[in-house]
């Protein structure tokens, strides 16, 4: 079984700052990519970051405040978030692109539960 699990949200006022983490745990052979994504209150779920071997992306509304890191020897991910928004009030979900220990090839997206994250004075 593969998990992923978040962590690091909570209650912040503007102009604040948070770190969430993510933990992959279980049977993984590799992970090729790790992401964050969030889904604001009646809003679709949208893209935040991702990191894919060297390379990171993220979206428009969180360039220059949000950053996007991984510890390949601990399968974890990182997403430090300055200057916080009432607007980047959302649950925030980590993903993973694995492929696990059981399978021969391919890899798989795999889904945490969920952390919030509130921005308000």
């Known amino acids: 079984q593969v998990q992923l699990v978040e962590s690091g949200g909570g209650l912040v006022q503007p102009g604040g700052s948070l770190r969430l983490s993510c933990a992959a745990s279980?049977?993984?052979?590799?992970?090729?990519?790790m992401g964050w994504y969030r889904r604001a209150p009646g809003k679709e779920r949208e893209l935040v970051a991702l990191?894919?071997?060297?390379?990171?992306n993220y979206a428009d509304s969180v360039k220059g405040r949000f950053t996007i890191s991984r510890d390949n020897a601990k399968n974890m991910t990182y997403l430090q978030m300055n200057s916080l928004k009432p607007e980047d009030t959302a649950v925030y979900y980590c993903?993973?692109?694995?492929?696990?220990?059981?399978?021969?090839?391919?890899?798989?997206?795999?889904w945490g539960q969920g952390t919030q994250v509130t921005v308000s004075s």
């Open positions: 993903n993973a692109e694995l492929r696990p220990k059981h399978y021969s090839d391919g890899y798989y997206i795999y």
């Open positions: 279980g049977s993984i052979l590799s992970i090729k990519g």
């Open positions: 990191i894919r071997g060297g390379t990171t």
